[in-house]
């Protein structure tokens, strides 16, 4: 299998092929814990100033992996990048988190929701794919990304970050039909944006329901996975006779971990209040499984780091189909120093298991 990749152990474990050891990756990988990219955040005059400038993105994905021998790498950008470029035009206000100037309020703002020009109003990204990809020189895989239609739905109709979602929950009970076309429109947008950044070159794509777990059993079936199945069943599979995998992460998915790999991903991802031996029993013999240590472990000791990475391993155990990671992005406030101890122990230690 070519995958024109120095390191491909990522994509082979995300096929679940063996591999000498298990790789990783942290999500927030390239973010604020690094002094680099804080200096070039300043430089990029803000937090969109990085994500619309390629040469900036490219920057800040290769500075993890120029400290840390990472076994991929992660498109920089934003979820919101979607919504943005459906006109709901996205701001940051400092310490406050992103906003939109135009949410979802009423019902003419809803069906006027259109499907972006993804090759004019995301060409940003897809260039900044093209350029990390021909900037990484095969060294590790690069994964494309976006967020699935529930999450960017709920920025999109509460105007920015929720702690009870009660607005969007409030419209998907009592407008439900309102609720399907957000989502309708926002999937059709997604499975077009994940296969520009194919195309452009990311070797494999994740698909982040970072508020999947606010939902009921019932309504996390018919408002999110649905929709998140619809952009799985749409996309490139391959590219230039290679297989692209797909990975799907609902944070607080873990009762629904058996329905989630039902929908036709290579690999799901847990946060990390889910034991990953119970989630191998039950989907391992369908899915490679991507986590699960608790982002907190790292503001621990280097032996803690040890510890608690021996444990997720072991209980993970033998044979291939899995991916180190965190079970949710790492904290700003992480000491570098430990995240460098987490990659040395997740390479060290995983070698007795394959």
């Given at each position: 299998?070519?995958?024109?990749?120095?390191?491909?152990?990522?994509?082979?474990?995300?096929?679940?092929?063996?591999?000498?050891?298990?790789?990783?990756?942290?999500?927030?990988?390239?973010?604020?814990?690094?002094?680099?990219?804080?200096?070039?955040?300043?430089?990029?005059?803000?937090?969109?100033?990085?994500?619309?400038?390629?040469?900036?993105?490219?920057?800040?994905?290769?500075?993890?992996?120029?400290?840390?021998?990472?076994?991929?790498?992660?498109?920089?950008?934003?979820?919101?990048?979607?919504?943005d470029a459906m006109g709901l035009g996205l701001y940051f206000s400092e310490?406050?988190?992103?906003?939109?100037?135009?949410?979802?309020?009423?019902?003419?703002?809803?069906?006027?929701?259109?499907?972006?020009?993804?090759?004019?109003?995301?060409?940003?990204?897809?260039?900044?794919?093209?350029?990390?990809r021909k900037s990484l020189d095969g060294r590790v895989p690069l994964i494309g990304f976006s967020g699935s239609p529930w999450t960017l739905s709920c920025y999109m109709v509460e105007g920015g970050s929720s702690d009870d979602y009660a607005k969007v929950k409030t419209l998907m009970y009592k407008e439900p039909k309102l609720m399907h076309h957000i989502l309708n429109v926002t999937a059709q947008a997604v499975t077009a944006y994940l296969n520009a950044q194919i195309e452009a070159g990311a070797q494999a794509v994740m698909i982040f329901d970072s508020w999947g777990?606010?939902?009921?059993?019932?309504?996390?079936?018919?408002?999110?996975?649905?929709?998140?199945?619809?952009?799985?069943?749409?996309?490139?599979?391959?590219?230039?006779?290679?297989?692209?995998?797909?990975?799907?992460?609902?944070?607080?998915?873990?009762?629904?971990?058996?329905?989630?790999?039902?929908?036709g991903c290579d690999a799901v991802g847990l946060d990390w209040t889910m034991d990953i031996g119970v989630a191998r029993q039950k989907v391992g013999h369908k899915v490679a499984l991507q986590g699960n240590l608790d982002p907190t472990v790292l503001f621990a000791t280097p032996e803690v780091i040890r510890n608690e990475v021996e444990k997720v391993l072991s209980s993970f155990g033998f044979g291939s189909g899995h991916v180190f990671n965190l079970g949710h992005g790492i904290s700003q406030h992480t000491d570098p120093e430990n995240a460098a101890a987490l990659v040395q122990a997740v390479h060290e230690l995983s070698k007795k298991y394959h």
């Open positions: 299998m070519n995958f024109k990749v120095k390191n491909d152990t990522f994509l082979r474990a995300l096929l679940r092929q063996p591999t000498e050891y298990t790789p990783l990756w942290m999500m927030r990988q390239a973010g604020r814990y690094l002094p680099e990219y804080r200096a070039t955040r300043r430089q990029a005059g803000s937090f969109m100033g990085l994500c619309k400038s390629p040469d900036f993105a490219t920057e800040v994905t290769l500075q993890p992996l120029d400290r840390f021998p990472l076994d991929a790498a992660i498109l920089f950008s934003d979820i919101l990048t979607v919504p310490g406050e988190g992103p906003k939109f100037e135009r949410p979802l309020e009423t019902e003419a703002d809803i069906m006027a929701l259109q499907v972006p020009d993804i090759g004019k109003d995301l060409k940003y990204v897809t260039d900044a794919v093209s350029q990390i777990g606010a939902l009921s059993h019932s309504a996390f079936h018919e408002f999110s996975l649905a929709y998140t199945q619809r952009i799985v069943d749409g996309l490139i599979k391959e590219k230039d006779g290679v297989r692209i995998p797909s990975i799907v992460f609902t944070k607080g998915g873990g009762l629904w971990i058996e329905s989630i790999a039902d929908i």
